[in-house]
């Protein structure tokens, strides 16, 4: 475990004293105020930053500025009233520094909104604003903010200046960059600089901020929307970009920061801010609201891909590096979890040996360099032509940096970020870098945590589910599971294979309604009983029908639904059976697809006497068939008739050719709010096609001499060698007799022939299955058939079919 010693911890507490002097004896700016709150994240482990000071009335403490995570996360709100109990105000009253544990905040009725995690919350007076001003900060390091977190934290305090509003008042005048919104009318005041960033006169403007809002790019309408809705600011306090239109040329960015000041006797809420040119304030690099994206992009990340994502998405555009990696700190070894770019040859020679299937992992011993920056806790930049061990200068010949990434009172990873070409390394993007490792750790933090919590919830449900699909003569089968991220409950959703007799395959789907333990059981019981139904021999709707009845007699509130399809192997035919669940989607051999037309009947568990009516299709060789669930095809975006268009798009285009990647493919857009099965099917037909005869045995005293005389002329028919046809005779002849001797109804026998292997079968009505003795004495009249059976057999068995059931022998045949 890295962790941070004293002497770091003491030079942390003079580099925030640095940086605040220099932000403070700097030109006055606009942001001023953010910058000094990012100190706290930087300095002191905050997540979140903010300044509340007295309002108009002085009846409310308002929130003027934030940075770090949203507010909304941890329940914060816009205002507290001054005489109250929140800490905030008892800060502000009694002058003195207010620390509150989980437990306290717990008990603080007016501390927060709704829990949603654990957190310390710090609340001191800003004394360099006259007293009126308090100084909130959050941190989710289990310890809470320690004595140098605390230190830091009074040094920001001592700097905070709220600058005076950039608006006029209610009946003032507005700034050239200003406007006021009324809430109520949608009627906004607004300066000319704004009208000109907008491309309006003032003749042409007619006061109404749907103008506006048309002259957006659409795409930043929903961000900039939420900004109008009264008593909607969860952004409103902060600094939103977004872009305009203009007659010719890109669209250009602009920067909205406002507050709500709320209305009352009378007059209406408003929103006030001002909007500015973005490309105006400062670079890329060292743009805040950058900071502010990874903030809110981290809070809302489930698992450590999408953090990973999160980081290399705020990160590698705006710092133009050429390759950035992070990585999770596991046992002194980099477990990378994204490379950007991905491909082997963008990175060194060290990284590729360790390549372990699709990302490596890299012993940190093997870079000392990387070892001292994560023992030492804090960011290391090294320029072009730095001494490195070769792993590390060749991911940034002209310039790196490494992040390690804290959280909890340890290392949870790090972050390379490399260039190409030199790179000079500007103290705004030093504050960028630092802040963004704070914030990333932490969320990496959460999600590996995450993660192991779905990794065990899909092993329980994978557990319930085929472990491996069986190999079909003629035909190719993959399925996918893919388990929702939404939530760690278990879902519903199965697929299964079901190799049946005479080359037969039964291909099953369903989802079982609900996300729960009782949901993912009974799926295991339908699952179960469709299997077992259908290895009775029982045709496609008795099978289903037969669930059917099986599941109302459960007495369960939770339905099922159900797509069966019994495939012929050998004709190319096919039986399909609904039961309220999706249809089957056919890709052809020329790449047209088809979403099959086949009458269904209701799920599972609703109506006791259910009729399921059989569709056909037909399938000729190179014909793909795919089955899902409603979770890759339904979203609250488009209708699942869309959905099913779509996936039946996404199946004509792909290779059917590896079957693996195409389901790769048809998962990559899954939303993950459900859980998706996904199973297809390959007909490629049968190679060799079997040669099949059958007999009705009559129950007359001659019945095995006319058995063996239809075998024997049927074998010679089909080439069968003569030393194998006395073996094939003698089996017949003891299958025969014992279901004449022991069963009652009708007797059929098959033969069929496949390659060099020849199968007799047997059916009778009795469901017993032929007993083998364990011991014979020389008195015995009986029991020597299956004894002589089994000896000559290649293989031998039993199968219930239709009630009864069928013995058979396999025989190979010589040559």
Partial sequence: MVTEDAAGRRARTLRAESALTSLLDGP?????????????????????????????????????????????????????????????????????????????????????????????????????????????????????????????????????????????????????????????????????????????????????????????????????????????????DRELEFRVLRPSGPPRWLRLRGRMLPGGEGRPARLMGTVDDASTLRSDVTDVARVQRLAA???????????????????????????????????????????????????????????????????????????????????????????????????????????????????????????????????????????????????????????????????????LLPRRLPELSGATAVARYLPSTAGLELGGDWYDVIPLPDNHVALVIGDVQGHSAPAATLMGQMRTALRAYAVEGHPPDVVVAHANRLLMDLETDLFATCTYIDLDMEEGTAWCVRAGHLPPVLRHPDGTTDIAEAGGGPPLGVLAQADFPMSPLRLSPGTLVALTTDGLVESTEADIDEGMDRFAHELAVSDPAHLGLVADALLGGARRSDDVALLLLRYDGMATQPLRETWTVWRVPEAARHARRFTRRTLRVWGVPQDTLDTVLLVVSELVTNALVHTDGQVRLDLTLVGRRLRVSVADASPRTPAKPTNIGWAATGGRGILLVEAVSAAWGTVPVSGGKQVWSEIALDG
Wanted: hydrophobic letters at 45%.
């Fill in 297 to 463: 992009a981290l809070a809302m990340a489930g698992t450590v891909r999408d953090v990973s994502q999160a980081v290399v998405s705020a990160l590698r555009a705006p710092l133009r590096a050429d390759r950035i990696a992070l990585a999770e700190l596991e046992n002194e070894r980099l477990v990378v979890t994204v490379l950007d770019p991905p491909e082997p040859e963008s990175w060194p020679e060290l990284w590729r040996l360790e390549w372990r299937s699709e990302w490596p992992e890299a012993p940190v011993r093997a870079m000392p360099t990387l070892a001292t920056a994560l023992r030492e806790g804090r960011a290391q930049i090294w320029p072009a032509d730095t001494v490195l061990e070769p792993a590390l200068a060749d991911v940034g010949p002209g310039g790196l940096a490494v992040l390690p990434l804290p959280a909890a009172g340890r290392m949870a990873g790090a972050c390379l970020i490399g260039w190409d070409a030199p790179h000079h390394f500007g103290p705004d993007e030093r504050a960028l870098l630092t802040a963004s490792a704070g914030l990333a750790g932490q969320a990496l933090t959460r999600a590996h945590a995450l993660d192991a919590e779905h990794e065990l919830v899909g092993m329980l449900q994978r557990q």
């Fill in 28 to 236: 006055e700016s606009t942001d001023r105020l953010r910058r000094v709150l990012e100190q706290a994240l930087v300095f002191a482990g905050a997540t979140l930053a903010a300044v509340y000071t007295p309002g108009e009335d002085g009846d409310l403490l308002c929130l003027v500025e934030s940075a770090g995570v949203p507010r909304a996360v941890y329940g914060l709100r816009d205002s507290y009233p001054s005489s109250g109990g929140s800490p905030p105000a008892d800060a502000r009253r009694s002058g003195r520094p207010v620390f509150l544990g989980p437990e306290e905040l717990a008990a603080c009725a007016e501390s927060r909104r709704a829990p949603q995690r654990d957190f310390h919350l710090a609340v001191l007076p800003a004394p360099g604003d006259d007293g009126r001003a308090c100084l909130l900060a959050v941190t989710e390091d289990p310890g809470g903010f320690d004595d140098e977190d605390r230190k830091c934290l009074e040094l920001i305090a001592d700097a905070i200046v709220c600058p005076a509003p950039a608006v006029a008042s209610e009946g003032g005048e507005l700034g050239s960059d200003a406007f006021s919104l009324a809430m109520d009318t949608g009627r906004i005041e607004i300066g000319d600089e704004i009208l000109e960033l907008f491309g309006i006169s003032r003749t042409d403007f007619d006061g109404k901020v749907e103008t506006l809002l048309g002259l957006t790019v659409p795409e930043d309408l929903p961000s900039l929307m939420s900004l109008f809705e009264a008593g909607h600011m969860s952004l409103g």
